[in-house]
């Protein structure tokens, strides 16, 4: 179904730029600045087969690191086919290659998890810090302020009456999303207990500054591009949510990008470009490296 609905998007997110108006973005692009962007998107994917070891450590198994690199691009990968199914791959290898039981090396990785979605809301905290005054004026542009306010009000009584149902719940899906929770703050926890939480810490941060630094650096690779630091932001926050949304954002991607682009006044074509520019260098290097550990796997592994 994700990939369905991606393949409409890309149907709809062309139908605003002509085939050959794009092609010609793609010619036109300068593709030393799109290296660049490839090469802080390589580091990430070190510093998080990297950052892996400190989850494995403490319950005894220290995995190659080639072999940590190769399971998460292998992840990669798959989670172009299947959502999600990229966490389960990379358990696989692991137990297949390293002696990792598979559900040890499963429950790193959502762990693992848990730190990345708190830097993807950090990362939008500091979003609504820095673009405070912009936000503001946007929504009440286009939204009548004591519509807003109630709107504010009436999602903290609404959040705070849940959170009292949820701690109090004994029996079904309430309970099911209290043990879920409880789970999620244990794994919170647990980072820093672990006897490197430091070092783990630091390639988490480092991790999601170089995904930044990636969709930074691709933005010169189209001439005359203007984006300021904020819709960097919100160019990267809007992209990370497509990319969960459909098969590695498929279709969505361009269109969630462009939109985050023209409430800073880019203009749709410019930016529907960099959009496809920037999901296609980041796809090609997934399928490339991806498809090639999956090569190098079973022979650097040979004499297992």
């Not at 690191?65 to 190769?70: A, E, G, K």
């Not at 503001?136 to 009292?164: A, C, M, R, S």
């Not at 309430?174 to 939480?197: H, Q, Y």
Request: charge should be positive.
């Amino acid at each position: 179904m994700p990939l369905a609905f991606g393949g409409f998007l890309v149907w709809y997110s062309l139908s605003s730029i002509s085939i050959s108006t794009l092609v010609s973005y793609f010619q036109n692009a300068n593709y030393w600045w799109i290296a660049l962007g490839l090469f802080f998107g390589v580091l990430s994917h070190l510093s998080r087969a990297y950052r892996w070891k400190f989850m494995l450590e403490p319950i005894g198994y220290k995995p190659k690191f080639t072999n940590s690199v190769l399971a998460v691009l292998v992840g990669y990968l798959v989670n172009l086919a299947i959502p999600r199914a990229g966490e389960v791959s990379r358990a696989a290898v692991l137990a297949n290659y390293e002696d990792v039981p598979f559900e040890k090396g499963f429950g790193t990785i959502v762990a693992e998890r848990i730190a990345d979605l708190i830097m993807m809301l950090c990362i939008i905290m500091i979003t609504l810090f820095v673009q405070f005054d912009f936000i503001y004026e946007l929504l009440t542009k286009n939204f009548d302020p004591t519509k807003i306010i109630i709107i504010v009000v009436g999602l903290i009584v609404g959040f705070y009456t849940f959170t009292q149902y949820i701690k109090k719940a004994k029996k079904g899906f309430a309970l099911k999303i209290k043990t879920f929770v409880s789970g999620l703050g244990e794994g919170v926890t647990s980072i820093f207990k672990m006897k490197n939480k430091w070092a783990f810490i630091f390639h988490t941060v480092f991790i999601w500054s170089m995904y930044v630094a990636m969709f930074w650096a691709t933005i010169p690779a189209i001439e005359g591009l203007q984006v300021p630091f904020g819709g960097i932001l919100i160019g990267f926050i809007a992209g990370g949510f497509s990319i969960a949304a459909t098969n590695g954002g498929v279709g969505l991607y361009p269109i969630a990008v462009a939109s985050a682009l023209a409430l800073f006044g880019v203009d749709n074509e410019p930016a529907t470009a960099f959009g496809w520019i920037m999901w296609t260098a980041q796809t090609a290097m997934i399928i490339i490296f991806g498809g090639l550990s999956f090569l190098m796997l079973p022979i650097y592994n040979k004499n297992k």
